[in-house]
Nanobody, 119 residues
Framework: QVQLVESGGGLVQAGGSLRLSCAVS????????MAWYRQAPGKQRELVAS???????QYEDSVKDRFTISRDNAKNTVFLQMNNLKPNDTAVYFC?????????????WGQGTQVTVSS
């Protein structure tokens, strides 16, 4: 069984910082691309940032130069460092992982962590 455990969300004032973590566990697991999505109330889930297995990163335009995605392959963990947070960043943030579990490729999601930015 593959599990994704997220942490690091919370309430912060505008201009503040938060660091999200997502630890992936499971036996016989090969992890590929990892990503963070977010979903604000009444809106569709959107891709915030992604990182390939080789470390190539991509960002949604509104978070470029403020957010940094990284990964620790030894710990099967992906991070999202969020700086200069804005009220529009308020959303539930979800970890997303592409992985092969016992040789079968699939997409896995975390449970979500709430990020609230006050003005």
């Amino acid at each position: 069984q593959v599990q994704l455990v997220e942490s690091g969300g919370g309430l912060v004032q505008a201009g503040g910082s938060l660091r999200l973590s997502c630890a992936v566990s499971g036996s016989n697991l090969i992890i590929g691309a990892m990503a963070w999505y977010r979903q604000a109330p009444g809106k569709q889930r959107e891709l915030v940032a992604s990182i390939s297995g080789r470390g190539i990163t991509q960002y949604e335009d509104s978070v470029k130069d403020r957010f940094t995605i990284s990964r620790d392959n030894a710990k099967n963990t992906v991070f999202l460092q969020m700086n200069n947070l804005k009220p529009n960043d308020t959303a539930v943030y979800f970890c997303n992982v592409a992985a092969q579990y016992w040789g079968r490729p699939s997409i896995y999601w975390g449970q979500g962590t709430q990020v609230t930015v006050s003005s």
